[in-house]
């Protein structure tokens, strides 16, 4: 009766759910870095948000053409009956080609490229920031994984401590230490740790299905899996710092501050389209029947001014004006949500390191020794059923509860890095 059963210290519990190794799966694990990269390369939604800043690019194209030039051909005088009975069709024919050309004025074809150009990088960073939220789910369901990957290994390490515990009770029972009543609870007790790996495993496969779903990718869940270091980090920057990285790196800020200098661009355009622009034409004509033989070929000049009495593009000039007081609100707007994006993040990843704190520090080795040392004394007659029972449930909470928070906080690390806008807690 003196075989020791298998015993987790503190230092090997911890260890175990750190490295959370992976299942014997026939395909290395992926690691974070990996993950992202197969996501840029291969995600619909963000590939196809991307075709959208290359169709602004195209749009550039289009608003820096110059106006086409007109061609005018005009033929008249031609006769159509004869004249006292004589016949010559061309004699009085006169033929005009014209040649005009809108000439644009204060600088509009430049400030309609500007403006499109600006448009093109509110299109890239508005792609930006899709990256930035569909990575955060991305990281999300990566995270999902590890921590369901650590649970399934907990459940699988506390089912094979109790089996051992099964095991030995058995031969205490056929000793007559035990009675069988005692036995069969024991043993039912069991029908619980199978029912948590079961479900962990649920958990591990719905988060893979997850994250391949993100990736796009068709590999059978049994041949994917992830790598990375389930763990936290007690180190955080002042929050001070992580404002102003959010306010150098937000890409919905810096979109919002680029539709500001836009709608002054298209302010600017709205007061040029309210300009005059002249067209110049230029002809020669070429008449057989002119009086004057030497004048048979001519050429002329024209100018063509519209008189912009009543449509001088007031209405747009007033439109692109109240447009730049609206950009300069929701910019304002931007920069509020940037801050409370990153104070309430910021929150949350101090509120994990203060609750995993005790949990690494003596919670996880307090319910190691209580359930060892529980486990003893009743296998050993010096402790009741119902002890050593609760010292299991315990065991199994608190080591569940220290899963959990880790996820939590890895978790809360990725809101940390969504709000700045880039990965600053890896």
């Excluded at 509860?401 to 880790?406: D, G, M, S």
């Amino acid at each position: 009766m003196n075989r020791v059963f298998p015993s987790l210290s503190a230092t090997a519990a911890a260890t175990l759910l750190m490295l959370a190794p992976a299942c014997s799966l026939a395909q290395q694990g992926l690691t974070w870095e990996q993950v992202k990269a197969r996501f840029e390369n291969s995600n619909p939604a963000l590939k196809a948000d991307a075709l959208s800043v290359d169709e602004m690019r195209a749009a550039e194209v289009t608003a820096n053409l110059r106006p086409n030039p007109q061609f005018t051909g005009t033929v008249d005088g031609t006769q159509i009956a004869p004249h006292n009975g004589v016949w010559q069709p061309m004699s009085g024919t006169f033929v005009v080609p014209a040649l005009s050309y809108l000439h644009e004025r204060d600088h509009k074809r430049e400030l309609r490229t500007e403006s499109a150009k600006e448009g093109t990088q509110i299109a890239a960073s508005q792609h930006d920031d899709l990256k930035r939220n569909l990575e955060f789910t991305l990281r999300a369901a990566f995270v999902s994984t590890l921590e369901a990957r650590a649970i399934v290994t907990l459940a699988r390490a506390d089912l094979d401590y109790y089996d051992h515990i099964i095991e030995i009770s058995r031969e205490r029972f056929k000793a007559g230490d035990i009675a069988q009543i005692d036995l069969d609870r024991i043993e039912l007790q069991r029908v619980q740790y199978e029912s948590e790996l079961q479900g962990a495993l649920v958990n591990l496969r719905t988060a893979k299905i997850q994250l391949l779903q993100l990736l796009n990718d068709r590999t059978p869940v049994e041949q994917f899996d992830v790598e990375g270091t389930f763990d936290f980090s007690a180190d955080l920057k002042p929050l001070e710092d992580f404002r102003q990285m959010a306010l150098d790196t937000r890409p919905d800020l810096r979109a919002a501050l680029e539709a500001v200098q836009q709608a002054q661009t298209n302010h600017k355009l709205a007061v040029a389209n309210g300009s005059t622009d002249p067209t110049f034409g230029g002809w020669y004509t070429w008449n057989a029947s002119n009086n004057n033989p030497n004048a048979t070929q001519t050429l002329g000049l024209s100018v063509n001014i519209p008189l912009r009495l009543f449509d001088r593009n007031q209405g747009e000039k007033q439109r692109t004006a109240i447009d730049i007081g609206r950009s300069q609100q929701a910019t304002e707007a931007a920069r509020a949500q940037v801050f409370g994006d990153v104070d309430s993040a910021y929150a949350q990843l101090e509120s994990s390191i203060t609750l995993l704190k005790p949990f690494k520090e003596k919670y996880n080795d307090q319910a190691t020794r209580v359930r060892d040392t529980m486990s003893y004394s009743y296998l050993h007659g010096g402790a009741s059923l119902m002890d050593f029972l609760n010292a299991q449930s315990d065991f199994r909470q608190v080591q569940l509860a220290y899963a959990q928070l880790i996820g939590t906080y890895l978790t809360a690390a990725g809101q940390l890095n969504l709000a700045v806008g880039r990965e600053v807690i890896p």
